[in-house]
């Protein structure tokens, strides 16, 4: 049976993923947490093939308008696949690794590093950039292994507690392509990034049944439709004031969590 609430949740998560490439675990998963008082393997669990299947759909209509950074996208994943498969066959072989008491614990935090990050954002950017153009050679010679580690740290964060994927990818990429990185191929780029990532994290979880499907259906009839408009408005206007919003929200979101 499908329930409003979830759908309401994931239509508002699905929007600001389609317009901002954020929000698919950072929202997500505080608001199932936090409103609907879902236990915190479960959130985890569902919350990944959320994002992968909203995202699925986002990446749809972000790619055909060209603006994916597929050779960005690879390095990512080169760190991020990996590092997430390590956790998937951890779980599946009924390691405790996800039972452990810290792990709401653990999401507050991301949560919270995911807010800092798109306050920073601009600034950092803006220091990235400096670099970037007083030192050119040593920049672009260490980028391509920086963004494979910056890929292993979104891999164990997503798989762990489901967060870290749009969020704290974005403002990693930002930092390591300051002048690549326009706002409409920094969301398509995370988008994409994310949804093999998801898929691979939530596996795992999946073999170990946890998923929940009656409420993963619930959210998916909300994102579904949500990350569409949302992706198709990407292109016309910026997402920053929402980034802003969002980060307002998840400060707020973390520091309860934790509490």
């Known amino acids: ?24 675990g950072a929202l997500m998963t505080p608001i199932l ?4 008082g879902v236990s915190p393997t479960t959130a985890i669990a569902t919350d990944l093939w959320f994002a992968a ?33 390590i956790v998937i066959v951890l779980v599946s072989l ?13 999401i507050g935090v991301v949560v919270l590093i995911t807010a800092v990050g798109l306050l920073l954002a601009p600034r950092l950017m803006k220091f990235a ?20 580690m910056s890929g292993a740290i979104l891999g164990t964060c997503v798989a762990l507690t489901s967060v870290g994927a749009g969020a704290l990818g974005s403002v990693m ?15 398509a780029t995370d988008i994409v ?11 795992g979880y999946l073999f170990a049944g946890m998923v929940d499907w009656g409420m993963l259906l619930s959210l998916l009839i909300g994102s579904i439709p949500a990350v569409i408009v949302g992706s198709t408005l990407a292109n016309k206007i910026t997402g920053r004031w ?13 520091a309860k969590i934790l509490s």
């Open 33 to 36: 947490l936090l409103f609907f």
């Open 129 to 148: 950039r400096a670099r970037r153009l007083s030192q050119p050679k040593h920049f672009k010679a260490m980028q391509a292994t920086l963004t494979v």
């Open 1 to 24: 049976m499908i329930d409003g609430a979830y759908a309401v949740a994931g239509a508002l998560t699905g929007f600001v993923v389609g317009l901002t490439g954020v929000g698919g």
């Open 53 to 85: 299947i909203t995202k699925i759909v986002g990446a749809r209509v972000h790619h055909t308008s060209g603006n994916v950074d597929w050779q960005v996208a690879k390095r990512l994943w080169l760190g991020s696949l990996p590092m997430a498969l």
């Open 242 to 254: 929402i980034q802003i919003t969002l980060a307002v929200v998840l400060i707020a979101a973390g």
């Open 94 to 106: 009924g390691v405790q690794i996800i039972k452990v008491s810290w792990l709401a614990k653990a």
């Open 193 to 203: 990034h994310a949804i093999p990532l998801a898929i691979v994290a939530g596996l």
């Open 173 to 187: 990429l930002l930092y390591l392509y300051p002048l690549r990185m326009t706002p409409h191929r920094l969301v």
